[in-house]
């Protein structure tokens, strides 16, 4: 992510995002999307996450980490319809491009944050044979499309991707079909993008906290407690910020909530009946994943995979393993 300051630090121009709050819809719940924009709150990822909650069966309380800051919802005019004849493979990789990649690179290759990388210029940092794998496995946040496109999908992507010839591209299966996608059936307007509100410095636009825990009763629908979850030291603030959540908690029959899934690259335990942080360890990279729990001779053990990797942070291949006492 970009370079974070303190407070004192970082001049925010108040006058600045006003003016882009106020470009944008707003006002109602349920606003359709439009060539002018809207805000939406909570945001394409949340609100209650998507990795899940958990239940304490005995006590009948639902936990969920919860992310908290606005995301633009715009349509923009298919660019892909301008990019010349779609009988050629650099035509039909815009079509490609437009229907699978511009919702998180942009429309213009522009890339969305540091969450999404631009793709322009990807011929100076890439082979064909290196973006092909990229493509087909996925990398980061990026899911695999190897089984989701065709070959020749691929090959009309790469061609577009890479500003080639396209002779130059690693060419589709004998007999398969050189057009890739019917230009009539490619949408006249397409979202742009999934575009968080946030700061020159990348941090949203609204006052924390931008992440939370929450206990709900199942019962009543009463909300418990709710805890900010994760904290951007930097910022210097009294209480936790919490950040953006990507990872479901787990609860033992003792007491705790333990979860991981911040940006701080932290895992922590919670008293489950107040709230109350009882431990946190650092991980090597941030755990971008629900816990699990299991039991061998007696011992319980939690175990976290700390992968990083979304959001522009740094990634990892770990896994850690932390004991709970007999009684937990």
């Known amino acids: 992510m970009a370079r974070r300051t303190s407070v004192t630090e970082r001049p925010l121009s108040i006058g600045k995002l006003l003016e882009e709050y106020f470009r944008y819809r707003s006002g109602s719940l349920f606003i359709p999307p439009s060539l002018q924009g809207s805000w939406i709150f909570p945001g394409f990822d949340g609100g209650g996450q998507w990795s899940g909650a958990a239940v304490d069966p005995e006590t009948q309380?639902?936990?969920?980490?919860?992310?908290?800051?606005?995301?633009?919802?715009?349509?923009?005019?298919?660019?892909?319809?301008?990019?010349?004849?779609?009988?050629?493979?650099?035509?039909?990789?815009?079509?490609?491009?437009?229907?699978?990649?511009?919702?998180?690179?942009?429309?213009?290759?522009?890339?969305?944050?540091?969450?999404?990388?631009?793709?322009?210029?990807?011929?100076?940092?890439?082979?064909?044979?290196?973006?092909?794998?990229?493509?087909?496995?996925?990398?980061?946040?990026?899911?695999?499309?190897?089984?989701?496109?065709?070959?020749?999908?691929?090959?009309?992507?790469?061609?577009?991707?890479?500003?080639?010839?396209?002779?130059?591209?690693?060419?589709?299966?004998?007999?398969?079909?050189?057009?890739?996608?019917?230009?009539?059936a490619v949408p006249e307007y397409v979202l742009n993008g999934y575009q968080r509100f946030l700061d020159s410095d990348g941090y949203p636009c609204i006052k924390p906290p931008w992440g939370t825990l929450n206990a709900v009763d199942l019962n009543s629908g009463k909300l418990l407690w709710k805890v900010p979850l994760g904290n951007f030291e930097e910022l210097g603030t009294k209480e936790d910020t919490g950040t953006e959540v990507y990872g479901g908690p787990v609860v033992t029959k003792s007491g705790l909530v333990v979860i991981a899934g911040t940006q701080d690259e932290k895992i922590r335990?919670?008293?489950?009946?107040?709230?109350?942080?009882?431990?946190?360890?650092?991980?090597?990279?941030?755990?971008?994943?629900?816990?699990?729990?299991?039991?061998?001779?007696?011992?319980?053990?939690?175990?976290?995979?700390?992968?990083?990797?979304?959001?522009?942070?740094?990634?990892?291949?770990?896994?850690?393993?932390?004991?709970?006492?007999?009684?937990?």
């Open 61 to 184: 309380v639902l936990y969920v980490g919860s992310s908290e800051l606005p995301w633009r919802l715009q349509l923009i005019p298919n660019p892909a319809l301008k990019e010349g004849d779609a009988t050629t493979l650099s035509g039909q990789g815009a079509l490609v491009y437009t229907k699978n990649c511009a919702v998180c690179h942009g429309a213009d290759r522009e890339g969305i944050g540091a969450a999404f990388p631009a793709l322009r210029g990807l011929s100076d940092r890439l082979t064909i044979q290196e973006a092909r794998l990229v493509i087909e496995n996925g990398r980061n946040m990026m899911p695999a499309f190897k089984e989701m496109l065709t070959d020749a999908d691929k090959t009309a992507l790469l061609t577009y991707l890479l500003d080639l010839e396209d002779k130059e591209a690693t060419p589709q299966q004998p007999g398969e079909k050189t057009i890739a996608v019917d230009r009539n």
């Open 269 to 328: 335990a919670f008293d489950k009946k107040t709230g109350k942080v009882l431990w946190e360890h650092k991980l090597p990279a941030a755990g971008f994943a629900s816990p699990a729990l299991y039991t061998i001779e007696g011992k319980q053990f939690i175990v976290i995979a700390a992968g990083g990797g979304k959001l522009g942070m740094r990634s990892s291949g770990k896994y850690l393993a932390f004991t709970l006492p007999n009684d937990n």
